[in-house]
Every structure is written in structure tokens, then in C-alpha cells.
């Protein structure tokens, strides 16, 4: 009998053409795929050299394991090994923040997920585990039909993972190598038995089909696009095949009832055709016993690349069900804080996360909605908020300035440091930072150094487009142009802040609306973005760059005023307070339910929205967007 020497190449093929479904997972295609073939061929690599020298199974073992661990510190090298390349002690420990950093990523980072060094070498551990098992159950055990099983486990995780699915013709190329990997271990099992022949005595090539294989291979041709399309047929079932040609509204579709899926096209669009148009579109009414509510917190933007902010839509690991309570954030006991209770009335709006004011404590609504106490959002993967009517209590914070001052630096070995400090290199705006918080030494005095920048004493307005610049980066034009809105003023500071070494992140939701009958109606006109900033020991505080008086129905804090209104107002009094009888244009009683904004209300009902929110604080914070905050 010969020896086996095809077959676990074949099967190394197979395993890579079975990660064919990861495309709909990573984001590119190099930075992940490169590592994980080097990672397969060089672990398959090892096992046939032990094999060509004869050599046996536990050789073959260790030979593997050595390769793999070999090429797994090549490629993600700490820079402390022997030899440069040989691990060490500082190789492992690198590996161990390399799994740290990769949950991390897994928790905080939605699908696609960007191909950092962490997920790479997450990926390419159990790439590289799985090569190793398939390599074993073909050349020991002699049982390529069981490799099936890690292949197919590649698809079931891309599948579980996926918030989309996938298509499915990924799953032909890991069938196909399957079907490979059989066919060659049949003829190998045949030519350890020795050379074939005919009925007449001629010799029979290796690769010449009996009719026996070719009944097989006519049976397989048959049976696997069978496999693939009957079940798209069932009733029940849904393999997304047939979604292809035809739209309902399960899941999928482009039903938003309750349990059903809007329809997944972006609403900016939409929403820009009524702002052009000059109409107001009503989101929906709230009613609630605080008399002078904040901004409603909707989703949360804490991924920074050169382009903006990009807000996660994939809750944390640490989210849960509504159902089993919310616990309020740990915050200083000297801070003051006031529980509330909310009701919000979805009449145009229909997202996958619920508009809160503050800090959720309890929530009563339908569908299969979860907290992130990570970002303090509650969304659902499956429920919009078309229709729907909940009943929240929530709690607010009121931070004094001298509280604010005496926080101290948080630890760089923070995870929340860690999550919410990095951002791109750009000179500019690190001068800038610097030059602005020089000889300052408490976080909130660099922070409302960088909040009191954007001011109009400093060349700064509202402007519902931004103008082009010649310096090749967004924020940079924006910050010498000195005009946009929302985006840009929240954008700009959280970089900024982050520069400082700061943690910050974009908020995305709604102003509180304005007064009518019922309590406050929102409209599209309410959309607005903010900054998050975290101080060790009172958690998340809220600071908005955005000039109020360009803010419909603004929230001013006590320790961060408007500079713009700081010489004319009292800190944290908010000019559009309906108590406020100062202002002539303050709202002093209920309004016409026919024109909450001072406009005719048109009957618009956006029930096509994927998160984040509509209107121009969409998933991507662009620098440059035209729009309406």
C-alpha cells in the first residue's frame, strides 16, 4: 500500500475555501484573508514534511503545533522575542492583550467589523486550531468525510453572527471543496490498494471514473442544489434564497409592525427631501413630570477613523433584556439626581432604538428590546418603534463645576480609556489641542477649553452645508472654515477632547421637542448630536458644542453654558425654557397641534429606517453632509 500524501493538502484547500462567508463579517479582504492562508499553509506545510520523513503521528503533532505557534508570532510580532521570531515571554503576554483587545472589539464593533490586530488574531488562532484538527482526522484517522463538521462549523458561526445572514452562495465554495476533498480521498483509498484495472485487463488510469463514481458525481450534481432550494420552499423557512426575487413582510421584508423588520434603506434621503421641501414631519409626543427634560439619547458613536465618528448598532456583550431591570450608572453619591418617569408616543418614527431621556431605570415596552450599559441605549434587533407607545423612569444628574474640576485623570489602563482616547494622526488638530489647554492640569478645564473654542467670538456659525477645503482632511476644513452644524460641532469636540487624552464620544437622539397639549412633540427638526464625556467617578456627562440658538428646543448644562450666551444668561438656564419669561419667543403654553414647528405639519411616515437615527446624524459621522441638527 502507498502512502496518503493529496488528501491533507486538499483538505488545507477546503478549510480556506470554507471561510468564503467571513467576507460578510470582516471589512476588506487582505488584512484578514493573508494571515489566515499563511497560518493554513504553513501548519499543512509542516505535517507533509513530517510525513515525506516518515515520521509518526505524535512527530507530525508537535511539528504543527510548532509551525503554528512559530507563524502566530511572526505575525503579530511584540517585539521582544529571541532571535525575532523565536516567542517569549513578552510574545505570549502580547497574545494574552491580543485576546483581551479582540473581546473588546467583538462587544463594541458591529458587521462588518474592521480587521484589527485583534480579531485577526482571534481569527487566525481558531483558523489555525481548525487546521490542525482537519489535518489529523484526514491523515490519522483516515476520515475525510468528518471534516465536514469544521467546515460547516465556519458557515453556522458567520450565520449566527451575521445580523443580516448571508447569502448563500458562500456556501458553495466550502461545498465545493468538500466535495473535492472526498473525491481524493476515494481515489487515494483506492491506490493504497494497488493499481485498478479492467474487465479486460487494461490499465486504468487514477483519475478515469468507474461508472460507479460516475453515478456518484451525477447523484452529487443533483442532490446539493436540491439541499439548497427546498428548504426555501418550506413554509417556516427562510434561507434567503427566494428574498432574492420576492419581498414580504417577515423578516427580511419590509413589514414594521410589531415583530417585523423595516425595510433596511437609508432614511437620509427621505428625511433631506422634507427639509428641502420646508415641511415638518412629527416623530412622536412625549409626556413626562420633569418640567425641563434634556435631550433624548438614541445610539452612541465611539468608533473614530478620519472620516467621523461611526456609532455601533450590535449591543455590547454586557447588554440584557429590559425585562430583568436597569441598573442606574455607578455615579458619586454627592451628586444630586432626580427620578423621573416618560412616556413616548411613536407616530413617524420608526427605528430600531428607543428615544430616553437620561439614564433608563425601568422600561415598559413590547418587543424584544435590551440595555447597553455601555452606551446607556436600549435597541432591538428585530422591534422599530413604528407604532409603539412605552413608559420609562430615568434618572438625571446634576454635576456641579466643582465636582467636574476635582475628577481626576482616569488611568490609561482603563478599558473605557482605552475604548474611547484613540484617534487618527492629524498635526493640526494636535496643536490646536495643544495650544488651547496649555497650563491647564484638571480634565474639565481642558474640556471646556475645547467647548468654549467653538464660540462666535472665535469665527465660528450654524450652517446647514459645509464648505470644501484644500487641506486633504474633513476636520481640519471644518475647523478653519469654521461653519456646519451638529455633526461637525460634536465630531470636532469629541476628537478634540480625545486628543487631550480625554475619553469622548458622539451622542445621537433628539432635542426634548416642543410644548404642546400632550407634553413635547419631536419632529425631524429635533434630530440632534452632542458630546459624551467621561469623568472617573461621575461616568458619561453631556456637553453641547453646537450653538443653542441654532438648536430647536436646546439642553444647556449648568457647567457648560453656551459661550455664545454666556455674557447674556445665567450657566445651565436654558433661553428655550418654557418658564423663561424673559424670552419673547419662549414657548408659554401649548401650541396648535397642526404646526408644532411654526410650519404646516405634513403627513409623512418614515417606516423604512435602519440605525442609527434618521435625518443627518446617520451610522457614519461624514464631516461633510448637508442637513438639518
Known amino acids: 500500500m502507498t502512502q496518503r500524501r493529496t488528501t491533507p493538502i486538499v483538505a488545507g484547500f477546503s478549510l480556506i475555501l470554507a471561510t468564503a462567508p467571513l467576507v460578510v463579517i470582516f471589512k476588506g479582504l487582505f488584512e484578514w484573508f493573508g494571515p489566515m492562508l499563511l497560518t493554513v499553509a504553513v501548519i499543512v506545510g509542516a505535517a507533509q514534511g513530517m510525513r515525506a520523513l516518515r515520521r509518526g503521528t505524535l512527530i507530525q503533532s508537535l511539528a504543527m503545533l510548532t509551525a503554528f505557534l512559530l507563524v502566530t508570532t511572526l505575525l503579530f510580532r511584540s517585539g521582544g522575542e529571541y532571535l525575532g521570531f523565536l516567542p517569549s515571554p513578552a510574545t505570549f503576554a502580547h497574545f494574552a492583550r491580543l485576546a483581551q483587545l479582540a473581546g473588546t472589539d467583538v462587544s463594541d464593533q458591529a458587521i462588518p467589523v474592521d480587521a484589527t490586530d485583534g480579531l485577526v488574531f482571534l481569527l487566525v488562532t481558531c483558523i489555525g486550531a481548525l487546521a490542525i484538527i482537519t489535518d489529523l482526522i484526514v491523515s490519522t484517522f483516515n476520515s475525510a468525510a468528518v471534516v465536514g463538521l469544521p467546515l460547516l462549523t465556519l458557515y453556522v458561526a458567520a450565520v449566527a453572527i451575521s445580523p443580516v445572514g448571508v447569502p448563500w452562495l458562500l456556501f458553495i465554495p466550502g461545498a465545493v471543496g468538500y466535495v473535492w476533498l472526498l473525491m481524493t480521498d476515494n481515489v487515494e483509498r483506492v491506490r493504497r490498494y494497488g493499481r485498478r484495472f479492467s474487465g479486460d485487463g487494461r490499465g486504468i488510469d487514477r483519475w478515469e471514473p468507474s461508472p460507479l463514481a460516475t453515478t456518484g458525481r451525477w447523484l452529487a450534481l443533483i442532490a446539493i442544489p436540491v439541499a439548497l432550494i427546498i428548504p426555501s420552499l418550506l413554509p417556516g423557512m427562510d434561507s434567503g434564497l427566494l428574498a432574492m426575487f420576492y419581498n414580504s413582510g417577515g423578516p427580511g421584508g419590509s413589514g414594521d409592525g410589531p415583530g417585523g423588520n423595516p425595510s433596511r434603506v437609508d432614511p437620509v434621503a427621505a428625511l433631506q427631501g422634507a427639509l428641502d421641501a420646508g415641511a415638518t414631519t412629527e416623530m412622536g409626543t412625549v409626556t413626562t413630570d420633569n418640567p425641563n427634560p434634556g435631550n433624548m439619547k438614541m445610539w452612541v458613536a465611539s468608533t473614530l477613523t478620519e472620516q467621523g465618528f461611526q456609532a455601533s448598532i450590535t449591543p455590547s456583550a454586557n447588554a440584557g433584556p429590559i425585562g430583568e431591570g436597569i441598573p442606574p450608572p455607578t455615579v458619586a453619591e454627592n451628586v444630586e439626581s432626580m427620578e423621573w418617569t416618560a412616556t413616548f408616543t411613536a407616530s413617524g418614527l420608526a427605528d430600531y432604538a428607543l428615544p430616553l431621556y437620561g439614564y433608563p431605570t425601568q422600561i415598559e415596552a413590547e418587543g424584544d428590546w435590551v440595555y447597553d450599559p455601555l452606551t446607556g441605549t436600549v435597541s432591538s434587533v428585530s422591534r422599530s418603534t413604528a407604532g409603539l407607545s412605552f413608559t420609562y423612569t430615568y434618572v438625571d444628574y446634576e454635576y456641579t463645576v466643582e465636582q467636574l474640576r476635582a475628577a481626576a485623570e482616569l488611568s490609561d489602563l482603563s478599558q473605557i480609556y482605552r475604548d474611547n482616547t484613540s484617534v487618527p494622526d492629524n498635526p493640526y488638530v494636535a496643536d490646536l489641542v495643544e495650544e488651547l489647554t496649555a497650563g491647564l492640569t484638571s480634565p474639565y478645564d481642558k474640556v471646556m477649553a475645547i467647548h468654549d473654542h467653538f464660540s462666535r467670538d472665535n469665527g465660528f456659525s450654524y450652517e446647514l452645508s459645509t464648505e470644501d477645503g484644500w487641506s486633504g482632511s474633513a ?47 419631536v419632529t425631524n427638526f429635533n434630530f440632534h448630536s452632542w458630546v459624551e464625556v467621561y469623568f472617573d467617578g461621575l461616568g458619561w456627562v453631556p456637553f453641547d458644542p ?18 455664545d450666551r454666556a455674557g447674556n444668561s445665567t450657566p445651565g438656564e436654558n433661553p ?54
Open 475 to 521: 476636520i481640519v476644513d471644518f475647523l478653519e472654515n469654521k461653519s456646519g452644524f451638529c455633526q461637525q460641532y460634536a465630531g470636532a469636540m469629541a476628537w478634540m477632547v480625545r486628543q487631550a487624552d480625554i475619553p469622548a464620544r458622539v451622542a445621537i437622539g433628539m432635542t426634548r421637542g416642543n410644548v404642546v397639549r400632550e407634553g413635547f412633540r
Open 546 to 563: 453646537t450653538p443653542a440658538s441654532s438648536v430647536r428646543t436646546p439642553t444647556e448644562y449648568e457647567w457648560a453654558p453656551d459661550p
Open 576 to 629: 428655550n425654557d418654557p418658564a423663561n419669561p424673559d424670552d419673547p419667543d419662549a414657548e408659554t403654553g401649548p401650541q396648535d397641534e397642526s404646526d408644532p414647528n411654526g410650519q404646516a405639519a405634513q403627513a409623512i411616515t418614515f417606516d423604512a429606517y435602519i440605525p442609527p437615527p434618521p435625518g443627518p446624524c446617520g451610522s457614519q459621522w461624514a464631516w461633510r453632509e448637508s442637513g438639518s441638527c
